[in-house]
């Protein structure tokens, strides 16, 4: 008997994600916009990542880090909910369970694994895709500027990460994990999701590393009007 492969959880959780793209608690890798600290714990318990807390200056905001040796994570709550979390998945060389045998990871193949699970993207420019919904939930697809920063970059790298053990460096796919950047967006949008792959010189360019960043554009909004910032 052949013994099946782990999916990784970025594609596991495409699999829900149909069901979801019209709420606001957009899911993706068993993460879910509007988690607890302890939902959240308890969704990646099966991969036993190390965790690093990272408060903020406001009482109402703190960062939460999984990391794992192929795939870490990194948490932004508001109100002690997923506002925006960050993913960096490393894909191993040789055949990946969710491809069809003899099947490249290439840059279109991974952008419509999750394009035939959510809707049109609102934008592609080589590896980096976005997609977008309106305050309602409903997709966006097809304005590209309707629902950036109104200043600024959307996010941010999310800084030095301590390893699991303190003589040894952190894991690779810490690298690339991002925060959100504190800045005002329209009020009509709702949620956005930023799927970067690399490398990605050409559509045929086989993919090593996927990222991708999910925010909850109305929580942003928010936050920002509670503490005065908008």
């Known amino acids: 008997m052949v013994k099946k492969s782990k999916w990784p959880l970025w ?13 606001q608690n957009v899911k993706l890798a068993k993460i879910a916009l509007g988690m607890s600290e302890t939902d959240v714990r ?6 036993s990542p190390f965790y690093i807390n990272q408060p903020s200056d406001s009482p109402d905001l703190h960062y939460l880090v999984a990391e794992a040796e192929t795939e870490s994570m990194a948490f932004a709550f508001i109100d002690g909910k997923v506002s925006a979390f960050s993913v960096t998945h490393i894909l191993p060389p ?7 045998p003899g099947q490249q990871p290439t840059v279109p193949i991974l952008r419509g694994l999750i394009t035939k699970q959510t809707w049109a993207p609102t ?18 697809s097809n304005a590209s500027q309707q ?4 200043s600024g970059d959307a996010w941010a790298p999310f ?10 460096p952190p894991a690779k796919s810490i690298e690339g994990l991002m925060k959100p950047s504190f800045t005002s967006y329209p009020s009509n949008c709702g949620v ?8 990605a010189e050409s559509e045929d360019s086989v993919v090593t590393v996927v990222r991708y960043q999910v925010l909850d554009i109305k929580a ?6 509670k503490h005065g910032q908008r």
């Open 42 to 47: 308890a969704a990646l318990s099966s991969n």
């Open 159 to 168: 800084g030095a990460v301590p390893g699991a053990k303190a003589s040894e």
């Open 123 to 140: 934008e592609i420019n080589k590896g980096d895709t976005w997609w977008f919904s309106d305050a309602t939930g409903a997709p966006l």
């Open 220 to 225: 942003m909004n928010a936050f920002l009007q």
């Open 94 to 100: 040789g055949q990946l369970p969710f491809l069809p």
């Open 147 to 150: 629902c950036r920063p109104e």
């Open 192 to 199: 956005s999701i930023h799927l970067s792959e690399t490398p």
């Open 11 to 23: 594609i596991a959780g495409l699999l829900v994600f149909a069901q979801l793209v019209l709420a």
